[in-house]
């Protein structure tokens, strides 16, 4: 599972290349609900239109949504932006578009784990706490 899709260009060449390899690829949209500049990602009110988009393409198959939050010492800071993607996930979810199951929501890393599993997060990225600084 590809979990960073974030642009159109992008779907477009995942779903080229999953066509010439003859599979459907599962994908997550990360959404970057901390509007940061320095991150890739959809903001949170881009994103339906963009899911819409890729929804059309016959390779790919959005099982969710992933967001990495703000960087932050005080992991409760992320908790704003882990509720308004599991929002947006639970209202997509509800929508039944084709080619999409809100199945996954990636949320949190080592420092913001708890917080995202405590608002719906069902994958966490914790790297760090497994391998140690990098």
Same mark, same amino acid.
């Given at each position: ?49 963009? %899911? ?77 706490? %497994?391998?140690?600084?990098?």
């Amino acid at each position: 599972m590809i979990e960073t899709l974030d642009s159109v260009e992008l779907a477009k060449e995942i779903n080229k290349r999953a066509s010439s390899a003859g599979i459907v690829m599962p994908v997550l949209i990360e959404i970057n609900s901390g509007r940061e500049p320095q991150k890739f990602g959809v903001f949170p009110e881009h994103a339906e239109d963009f %899911i819409l988009q890729v929804a059309d393409m016959e390779n790919l198959e959005i099982k969710g949504l992933m967001t990495m939050g703000p960087f932050t010492e005080d992991s409760e800071q992320a908790r704003p932006y882990f509720k308004t993607t599991k929002e947006l996930f639970d209202r997509l979810k509800r929508q039944n578009i084709k080619n999409t199951e809100m199945k996954y929501l990636s949320m949190g890393m080592t420092g913001t784990y708890m917080v995202a599993i405590e608002e719906g997060a069902n994958i966490v990225r914790i790297g760090t706490k %497994i391998f140690g600084p990098r």
